[in-house]
């Protein structure tokens, strides 16, 4: 079956610790996207890839950085510069046409202890 | 700029009953639209979409939306509730050449018994 998978599911961070957050899919989507959800703030991007080797930062990129190597495979690392990282994290794809939808993996959750 | 908005934050409804969950959105030329829901601690499922043609869009699990230019509104519908339709949903809206979407804050919709 086709879809997006994130790993870990859940992730704990030590201050000053960076973590990367996995994302892979296999549904031959162009673009992929991360962002971060906190509770009664919906959605905010954080970065997104259109193609491989490129990359734009969304709305809250500072602390955060990317890499799109594959077309399948774009990971997140949040940096000790990432003041407030506790937060739901959520990867998606999508075809390059606006007429199509997302598809999200089933998020990381990480945790500052 | 495009932007949407849910202007509630929580729906309550009673098993049984129709169910309405509100959107509205602004955004230059045609607006692309969807509507997600999200259960607890998963990743976001795509619902429903409106790209042109009938007002009255149907999609996954009996839900529907319908489409009003005039009210820019694209507001997410069932005849009938179900408890297990507790989520939360959003509302997303694509146009005017931005490629990347906007999404609402969220609904938490609460269905009891």
């Known amino acids: 079956d086709g879809g997006i998978t994130q790993s870990p599911k859940y992730l704990f961070r030590k201050e000053g610790q960076n973590v990367t957050l996995s994302c892979e899919q296999n549904?031959?989507?162009?673009?992929m996207y991360w962002y971060r959800q906190d509770p009664g703030q919906g959605l905010r991007l954080i970065y997104y890839?259109?193609?491989?080797?490129?990359?734009q930062k969304g709305d809250i990129a500072e602390g955060y950085s990317v890499s799109r190597e594959k077309k399948e495979s774009f990971p997140l690392t949040v940096t000790s510069a990432q003041k407030n990282p506790t937060a739901f994290y959520l990867c998606?794809?999508?075809?390059?046409?606006?007429?199509?939808?997302?598809?999200f993996g089933s998020g990381t959750r990480l945790t500052v202890v | 700029a495009q932007s949407v908005a849910q202007p509630e934050d929580q729906v309550n409804v009673a098993e049984g009953n129709p169910l309405t969950v509100k959107c509205t959105y602004s955004v230059s030329g045609n607006p692309y639209l969807f509507w997600y829901v999200q259960y607890p601690n998963r990743g976001l499922q795509f619902l429903l979409k409106y790209i042109t043609g009938d007002n009255l869009v149907k999609g996954s699990y009996g839900f529907e939306a319908e489409f009003n230019k005039s009210q820019t509104s694209f507001h997410l519908k069932k005849p009938s509730a179900l408890v297990s339709d507790s989520a939360l949903y959003f509302c997303a809206v694509r146009g005017g050449g931005s490629y990347i979407p906007t999404f609402g804050r969220g609904t938490s919709l609460i269905v009891h018994p």
């Open positions: 890839s259109q193609i491989v080797n490129d990359f």
């Open positions: 549904l031959n989507h162009d673009a």
């Open positions: 998606a794809s999508s075809p390059l046409d606006r007429g199509y939808g997302y598809t």
